[in-house]
């Protein structure tokens, strides 16, 4: 089974708009965290924002949130007032404390924002 | 900038070849990766050091081989390569302490690999 799972392969949105990018994850242990990258046609992976299992308020950093629904196993990226910037693949990953230093990561989604 | 650097940038090699790809993290980071990626799919993981011992190897063909020198250097030797090897090649760094799962991966920019 997936341990991490995006399914939308491809996402548009208007500028100034807000978006949220689909994850869902798997996990029998207790203790994780949930992590969202952005990387641009350039190449770099960029780290985002971090959610841990055992945190009861949904992460926030600047534009970016996390919508945490630990019972539904999901943890969703809104990205608020969105610019031509932010398009670029998005990735979610978890990283579970019994298998230490493993990062799963999904197959990631496209963002593409519109002028 | 990053704090994680890899070195180069973009390579172009042959099938005969051999050549390495560095990186260098001056974070404290004991956890270090190897990552293959293809175009618009997710990385692939090829290799963990953790306090400089090889702690996962995703059977990774042997044309690739891994070197961790010191806990701030990682290197990829690469030899005989095919061109379906063509990829990014991401290096990245982590706290590998166990139960640090709230570490995130920190990654150099990559190095843009080309085999002919």
């Known amino acids: 089974a997936q341990k991490i799972t995006q399914t939308q392969p491809g996402m548009f949105v208007q500028e100034k708009e807000a978006v949220t990018l689909d994850c869902t994850y798997d996990?029998?242990?207790?203790?994780?965290?949930l992590f969202w990258y952005k990387q641009p046609s350039s190449g770099e992976m960029i780290f985002l924002i971090y959610?841990?299992?055992?945190?009861?308020q949904n992460a926030t950093e600047g534009r970016y949130s996390l919508n945490f629904q630990k019972a539904r196993k999901s943890a969703n990226l809104v990205i608020s007032a969105s610019q031509l910037g932010d398009s670029a693949m998005y990735f979610c990953?978890?990283?579970?404390?019994?298998?230490?230093?493993?990062?799963?990561f999904g197959t990631g989604t496209s963002l593409t924002v519109i002028p | 900038d990053t704090e994680v650097t890899q070195t180069p940038k973009h390579l172009v090699m042959g099938m005969t070849n051999k050549k390495s790809l560095k990186c260098e993290q001056h974070?404290?980071?004991?956890?270090m990766y190897w990552y293959k990626q293809k175009a618009k799919k997710p990385p692939e993981l090829m290799f963990v050091?953790?306090?400089?011992?090889?702690?996962i190897n995703e059977s990774v063909p042997s044309r690739f081989s891994p070197e961790c020198p010191n806990s701030s250097l990682l290197n990829l030797h690469l030899h005989a390569l095919q061109p379906e090897d063509s990829a990014l090649y991401l290096c990245?760094?982590?706290?590998?302490?166990?139960?640090?799962?709230?570490?995130?991966?920190?990654f150099g920019n990559g190095t843009r690999l080309t085999v002919t």
């Open positions: 990245a760094s982590s706290q590998g302490r166990q139960g640090a799962r709230n570490s995130p991966l920190h």
């Open positions: 996990t029998s242990d207790q203790s994780y965290g």
């Open positions: 959610q841990g299992s055992y945190d009861e």
């Open positions: 990953a978890m990283r579970e404390r019994n298998t230490g230093n493993q990062f799963y």
């Open positions: 974070m404290g980071h004991r956890a």
């Open positions: 050091y953790s306090y400089e011992k090889l702690s």
